[in-house]
């Protein structure tokens, strides 16, 4: 006879699972965690299962299940008010579109996630987000753009580690150029009438 388990026995079995570099049997058993949530009414529970889900199928390499396993957890969440969780949704909505190779949309909505985990104060994962954008203007060949936004990701961190502030001072050179030019390009304007 099958022992009933709970849903949170599940996710951990699912989370184990993950852990261990299973993505196949992690992404069926946060699907499964997902499914006895709803039955037990906990929704935003369920909707979280559904974005661990989604993550473990981009592990996989199964790039449209990881979109669909996040399509409308960001409106649970959003009812919810949950803002970090609402965050994280649009973070791994971002993450499945641009392994689609959905690169504008997805930069759209690394955005809206990274937006609101400044307003937050949730720095380190923005910062992460930040780092996706960046990586994602690389690949489009907007190398500024990708300075630019990485030197935001680390600019508001309060209490960088070492990484970060190594990161802060690399990222600093390229600014102050960038912002020097800009200068001399204003000057020149003025002086131009």
């Not at 852990?19 to 946060?30: H, L, P, R, V």
């Not at 009812?79 to 641009?98: C, S, T, V």
């Not at 753009?145 to 209490?159: C, L």
Request: glycine share 6%; with cysteine; hydrophobic share 40%.
């Amino acid at each position: 006879m099958n022992e009933i388990l709970s849903p949170k026995q599940i996710e951990k079995e699912a989370a184990a699972a993950y852990k261990a570099g299973d993505y196949a049997t992690a992404a069926q058993s946060f699907e499964a965690a997902r499914q006895a949530y709803l039955s037990a009414n906990e929704t935003v529970k369920a909707a979280e299962m559904a974005n661990n889900c989604s993550v473990a199928f981009l592990q996989n390499g199964d790039k449209e299940a990881a979109l669909n396993a996040v399509e409308g957890t960001d409106a649970t969440f959003m009812e919810a008010g949950d803002q970090k969780r609402l965050a994280m949704a649009y973070g791994n909505r971002a993450a499945a579109l641009e392994a689609l190779n959905r690169l504008e949309e997805a930069e759209q909505v690394y955005w809206k996630s990274a937006q609101i985990l400044k307003e937050i104060g949730e720095e380190d994962l923005r910062l992460s987000v930040m780092q996706s954008i960046s990586a994602l203007q690389l690949r489009t060949g907007r190398q500024m753009q990708a300075v630019a936004t990485m030197h935001s990701g680390v600019e508001n961190i309060e209490k960088p580690s070492l990484k970060q502030r190594f990161l802060k001072r690399i990222l600093g050179v390229p600014m102050q150029m960038m912002t020097s030019q800009t200068e001399k390009l204003s000057d020149g304007d003025h002086k131009n009438p």
